[in-house]
Each structure stands twice: as structure tokens, then as C-alpha cells.
């Protein structure tokens, strides 16, 4: 069959976690087309042995695809004449969908979404077409214990990723900058309450673009945080700022003792599945959940709900704010938890992204 991936595939996103795994262990099956992709060679992030199939489906002049999978925002849509239009919605927010996006979606022959709320909100929008709850698709064969070298374009991905010193527990925290308030909120907690000799922290935040450097912002805030909460002998926080290939980012979860998320959307992602894959235990909380996707290997913290209006009034959302003290006591318990061996097959069979795919385009 012939299938249209218009999302992009090497960035530090969920859309392109999305994209990789659905094209990585589809490609012997499907023929692909992929659009946005970034061709600036520092940004090849992808196994070397899958870059050629990757640029191959890049330069592809495919005219009639059978099916084509949206996987951006509405207004980048793709419609394709004759070709079964899918639109895939990430939306996170408890009111409905704006009626421009409604309007995209109606066009559309089928929308999926990840989420129960996601569900709700574009039932809400009036979409007349057909909806449907799908699992975030991850490339499972990829996101585990990864021993020796992991051989990757542009980069040579060592066991273990990073030196984290004299063993401590270690906290993995991951988003975008544009999460600051998120990344606040998590890093005043774990600057008041613990010390350099209790754990390290490794903050991984990037742009919406690649980056390829510190920015003075994020240290500004970290040295903020720390006046606040009188950490002067905090935990020891490791910046990464630069762009990470998913084998990269595998070993950071191995060596890692658990991972926040800090979405205070979506309470299941990329980061909390990809995490429990790799024995890392993920630290979130149950806002926009489905309820099929809460398993015993998450720490769940208690939360409250905050409005956030952006000026937008029919994007109106709620954040999920963490309970300070949940929230320590859920990294107490996690970083001397194991997700078992049970638990990881389960989640692989939930996120098999052959799996997946035939359920997107049946």
C-alpha cells in the first residue's frame, strides 16, 4: 500500500517519535512517502542502516497515495484526491476543538487522537466523520536496555549515554522550553526538598527547532530556582540542550533512575511510554488519560487543575499542577521501584506500531 507520513521525522518531537516508528517497522510492508523532514545533516538522527530508506521515502515523487496520515496541525494538512485523508489530532484540551480545525477534520475521511479528552473535544467540535482512540505508536524494538555501541548517523551512542557520579539516583526531566512553568514547578520541588548527595537531576529541554547550544534562559531560570529554594547544596542538575537521536535518548532512560513528565496536558506520552520500556520508572499524573493505558509501572502523584487562558477563548485549557508533597513522595517510591518483565510486554503489545498502523488506515 501506498502511504503518505506528512509529519515530521527528525525532530526532538512526538510527531516525529510517531513518524519513525510507524515508517521503521512498516517499511518492509508499505511504501512511504515522508514530507518535513529536515535535511541539514548535523539534524540525521536516525540508525545508519535506516538513513537511506529514510531519505529514499523523503525524495519520493509519489503521486497517488492510497492513504495519507496528518500527523501535523490542521492548518499543514494535506488533502490527497482519491486517497483515503487521515488527520491525526493531539489537541490536550478540555474544550472543543476550534471550529477552523473542526472544518479540516470534516474534510477528512477518518481523525484519530491518542486520548479519551482529545476524543471528547473533537466530538464536541461536531467532526462529521469518523473517530477513533488509537495508542501512541512507539518503536519498541528500539527503546530497552541497549548494551555495547548503538551505531547511529553522525553520532556513535555509548552504553549507559551519560556519567551520572558515584551512582546516585538519578532524575530524568524532559520538554520543551516553552514548558518552562512546567520545568519550574518540578525543579523547586526537587531543589527544596533534596541535596547534592541525594540524587542528580538531568534536565533535558529543547526549543521547537533544533538547537545546538545552551540557552542563557534555561540556566537564568535554574539559578532562580535555586535562589528561591535555598538550595545551596541542591541536587547537581545536567543540562542537555542538544539534539538527541532516539538511541541517545535510550540510554539516557537506562541509566536514569525515573523520569517526570512535565506535560501538565497529557498525562500519558512518548516520554512516559518510551521510559517504561527502557525499566525507567515514569513519575506522571492521570489528566487526559485513557484508562486503558494506566499500568503499575507508573507513579501517579496527586494534582489539581488550574486554568490557563492564553488569550484565545476557544483554547481555553486546565494544567494539571502537582502536589508538592505527592510529587516527592512519588519520586521517593520510584527511584527504588522495578517495572517488571510482564509490564514491559504488555505495553509493547499496546505500542506495536505494526499493530497500530493497521488499525490507522483499516
Known sequence: MKIHLSGDINSPNSISSRCRALFKHNKDLHEFKITNIKHDPVCIQVETELLGSVKEACESKMEKPDICINMKPPEFWTLHEGAKNIGWISWGKGSSIPKEWASKCSMMDKIIVTSEEDYASVVRGKVECDVAIINEPVDTSLFGKISGEANIANVTVKENGIKIEDKKPSILIQGKQSDSTSMIET???????????????????????????????????????RQRANSNNGPKIVLLSNPL?????????????????????????????????????????????????????????????????DGNSSSDSWWASPNQLSLKDSIDYAINKNISEQSKIEIKKAHDPEMILEEIIS
Not at 256 to 263: D, E, F, L, Q, V
Not at 269 to 278: D, F, M
Open 187 to 225: 525543579l523547586e520541588v526537587i531543589c527544596s526538598q533534596y541535596s547534592e548527595n541525594d540524587l542528580t537531576v538531568v534536565l533535558r529541554t529543547y526549543k521547537n527547532a533544533m538547537n545546538l547550544a545552551d540557552d542563557p534562559a534555561i540556566i537564568q531560570m535554574i539559578s532562580q530556582i
Open 245 to 309: 537521536a532516539d538511541e541517545e535518548l535510550a540510554c539516557i532512560y537506562n541509566v536514569c533512575s525515573a523520569t517526570i513528565n512535565i506535560s501538565r496536558i497529557s498525562g500519558i506520552n512518548q516520554t512516559v511510554i518510551q521510559s517504561a520500556l527502557c525499566g525507567t520508572v515514569p513519575i506522571t499524573h492521570t489528566h487526559n488519560v485513557s484508562s486503558n493505558d494506566i499500568g503499575d509501572y507508573t507513579q501517579i502523584y496527586d494534582h489539581t487543575m488550574i486554568p490557563v487562558f
